[in-house]
C-alpha cells in the first residue's frame, strides 16, 4: 500500500489516541468496578505517568538499537493491550501496573514518532510536528464522542475496549508495516545531545510555568472531565461524555490551525490569548449552574491548551543561554512534574472538597502565567529546509 512515510505517522498518532480517548471516556465505569474514591483513581493514573517518565529519560539507546519499524510495533501494539486491559481489571494495584507498563511503552512510542517526524520536517522543510500532534487530538476528538452514544447504549467498557482492541490493532499494523526509518539530517550527529536532567536556568522559569500550566489544563480536561459531569450533575451517559469530546475537538483545531496564525501574529499575544480562554474555561466549569455550561467550559479549556506547549517548547529552543538541547529537555522535564503530580492533586482535592473545586485549584496558576508570557518571543521563527527545531516528548502525543 502507497503511503506517504508521514502520514503513516499521522496515523500512528491518532490510532494511539482511538484508544487513549476510549479508555478515558470509560473512567466512570473503570472506577466502579475498581470500587475507588476519586483520590485513590489519581494514584491509580499516576501509574501512565510514572512508567512515561522514565521511558522518556531512558529509551533512546534502545530506540536507536531497534529502529523506527520494530519499536513503532512494540509500543503502539503494546500500548493498545495495555490500555484495553484496564477495562477488565477490578483491582487497583493490577490497574496501576497495566498504566504504568502502558506509559513505558508510551514514552518509547513517543520519542519514535516525534523523531521520525522532526526528521522529515528537516527533509521537507516545512514544520509537521503540530499537525501530527493534531491528528492525536482528532483521534480523541473522535472516539470520545463515539464512546459518549456507546456507554449511552449501555455496552459495558469491556464489550466497547475489546472490540475497540481488535479494529486498532489490524488498523496499527497496516500503518506500522510500511514505516521506514527516516536519515537524520547531516547536522543531527554533531547536535549537543540533551541531559538525563536539566535543571531550568532562572531565564527559562517563566517558560517552565507555562509549560506546566497547559499540561495541567489538559489532564484536567482528560482525566477528569467525564467524572465531573458524572458527579456535578448526574448527567446521562451521552451528555457526560460530550465534555471530553469537546474538549478535544477545540483542541485538535487549534492544533491544526493555529499555527500560521502564530507565524502570522506574536507568539506572546496568541498564548496570552489562549491563557485567557482557559480563564474563561475554568471559571465555567467551576460555576456552571447547568450541563451546557459545563460543556461551554471544557471546550475553552481544550481551545485554551491547543497551542501553548509547542510555542513554549520551541522559545526554549531559540534561547542562546546554552544547549537548545539542554533548553528543550528542562521546560519537558519540569512540566513531566505537574503531570505526574496532576491526576492524584485533582483526585486528591475533587475527594475532599469536590469534584468542582479541583478546577478552581488550577485557576490561580493559569492567572499566574499570564505574568510570565513576556518570556515569549514577539515573532515566529519557522523552521528552514535541513533544521527542524527540537520538540517536546510529551506523553498525550
Known amino acids: 500500500m502507497s503511503i506517504k512515510p508521514h502520514y503513516r505517522l499521522y496515523a500512528c ?8 480517548g476510549a479508555m478515558y ?17 489519581g494514584q491509580v493514573l499516576i501509574g501512565g505517568a510514572i512508567g512515561s517518565l522514565i521511558s522518556l529519560t531512558l529509551c533512546g539507546p534502545i530506540i536507536e538499537r531497534l529502529g523506527a519499524r520494530t519499536t513503532a510495533y512494540i509500543t503502539l501494539i503494546g500500548s493498545i493491550f495495555c490500555y484495553c486491559s484496564v477495562a477488565f481489571i477490578t483491582w487497583a494495584p493490577l490497574a496501576f501496573f497495566a498504566l504504568f507498563l502502558s506509559g513505558i511503552l508510551v514514552g518509547g512510542l513517543e520519542v519514535n514518532l516525534n523523531v521520525q517526524i522532526g526528521r522529515q520536517e528537516a527533509i521537507q522543510g516545512r514544520s509537521m510536528m503540530s499537525r501530527a500532534h493534531g491528528f492525536w487530538s482528532l483521534g480523541f476528538f473522535v472516539t470520545s464522542l463515539v464512546a459518549a452514544g456507546i456507554r449511552q447504549a449501555a455496552i459495558s467498557a469491556q ?22 526509518e527516516t536519515p537524520a539530517p547531516p547536522s543531527a550527529a554533531s547536535e549537543e545531545k540533551p541531559p538525563l536532567f536539566a535543571f531550568p536556568t532562572i531565564a527559562l522559569i517563566p517558560l517552565c510555568l507555562i509549560g506546566l500550566v497547559a499540561f495541567l489544563i489538559e489532564g484536567a480536561g482528560v482525566d477528569w472531565s467525564a467524572i465531573y459531569m458524572r458527579d456535578a450533575f448526574h448527567a446521562d451517559p451521552f451528555i457526560g461524555g460530550l465534555g471530553l469530546s469537546f474538549f478535544a475537538f477545540i483542541m485538535a483545531a487549534g492544533r491544526l490551525y493555529l499555527g500560521p496564525v502564530i507565524d502570522r501574529l506574536s507568539p506572546r499575544l496568541v498564548v496570552g490569548a489562549l491563557l485567557a480562554v482557559s480563564v474563561v474555561g475554568l471559571c465555567a466549569v467551576w460555576l456552571a449552574p447547568h450541563p451546557y455550561v459545563a460543556l461551554v467550559g471544557f471546550a475553552l479549556l481544550g481551545g485554551g491548551c491547543s497551542a501553548i506547549y509547542p510555542v513554549v517548547v520551541s522559545a526554549a529552543a531559540q534561547r542562546t543561554d546554552r ?19 496532576a491526576p492524584p492533586m485533582l483526585g486528591f482535592i475533587a475527594h475532599s472538597y469536590g469534584i468542582r473545586q479541583s478546577y478552581l485549584f488550577c485557576l490561580p496558576l493559569v492567572i499566574l502565567s499570564l505574568f510570565a508570557i513576556r518570556a515569549l518571543p514577539s515573532r515566529g521563527k519557522a523552521p528552514t529546509p535541513g533544521q527542524a527545531l527540537p520538540e517536546p516528548l510529551t506523553p498525550n502525543g
Open 13 to 20: 498518532f491518532f490510532l494511539f489516541s482511538l484508544i487513549t
Open 323 to 341: 544547549s537548545s538541547a539542554a533548553n528543550v529537555a528542562a521546560v519537558a522535564q519540569i512540566s513531566f512534574v505537574v503531570f505526574f503530580l
Open 159 to 180: 464489550w466497547h475496549l475489546g472490540g475497540a482492541f481488535v479494529v486498532v490493532t489490524i488498523a496499527s499494523i497496516i500503518a506500522v508495516s510500511g514505516i521506514e
Open 25 to 41: 471516556s470509560r473512567l466512570p465505569d473503570i472506577q466502579l468496578a475498581l470500587q475507588v474514591n476519586e483520590a485513590q483513581l
